[in-house]
């Protein structure tokens, strides 16, 4: 999933620079957080940390992901999803939304293949960051088999705030391809011995996740009204809208994968 763009040519890319393309609706997401002081003044941020400073090879990852969660809990949602989300109708579109949170940097590694999902999802398990959001992410974005859908009406909202929380983290998605929002962690299963069950139930949670599909394609539909709703000028940019209750502590010991609480998320930046 990573992109051999060089990193000048990606810096425009991220940063809205004016395209010889067609214009799209993530170039309108970019513009947009560029014209928004606290979301350009974030977005800077984790460009300059996972881009900016880095020789080839030698990205400072931890805080490349320090600085994106900052962008997701500080940002203001309806621009930060709009990056995250951008609904694209041709590959020029989905490269930039791939490209947008730079994957070889904040989970890509210096290998040319990627890692065991196991390794990801053991590094999550022992991390203080990163354990609650994913434990957030499933019960967020679980599928609920009584519906007809097989999803509840009301989780769109808590789904893709789940989503969004855990990128900057050693589990951190992202889209796959340029032909689809087909989106999974930068991981597979072919190397996973007999843990194999529990390496493709974690992929699965990105790439059979209904809930997950459906929460996107709705940001879809709603999209022309996204850019333009009035942002509340008394919210507290230093509220992170992924909180975590103290709560978290009773889940020690406890596996991800078969847990699924009820959470109310707090910053763990």
Known sequence: MASCLAPPLLLLLLLGSPSAVAPNRCVD?????????????????YVVQCL?????????????RRALRRFFARGPPELTHALLFCPCGGPACAERRRQTFVPSCAFSGPEPAPPSCLAPLDACEH????????????????????????????????CLRAYAGLVGTAVTPNYVDNASARVAPWCDCGA???????????????????????????FDGGWPSVLHDQ??????????????????????GSSMLSVLPVLVLQPLL
């Open 29 to 45: 997401a970019a513009d947009a957080c560029t014209a928004d002081a606290r979301c350009q003044r974030l977005r800077t941020a």
């Open 52 to 64: 900016g400073r880095a020789a080839p090879g030698s990205c400072p990852r931890a805080r490349c």
């Open 127 to 158: 991390s203080r960051v990163c354990r609650p959001r994913l434990l957030a992410f499933q019960a967020s974005c679980a599928p609920a088999p009584s519906n007809l859908d097989g999803c509840l009406r009301d989780q769109i909202p808590s």
């Open 192 to 218: 996973s011995g007999n843990r194999r069950e529990e390496c493709e139930v974690f992929r699965g949670l990105f790439t059979r996740n209904r809930c997950l599909d459906r929460a996107i394609q709705a």
């Open 231 to 252: 942002l509340d000028p008394h919210q507290d940019p230093e509220h992170s809208l992924l909180q975590v209750s103290s709560a978290d502590a009773s889940l020690e």
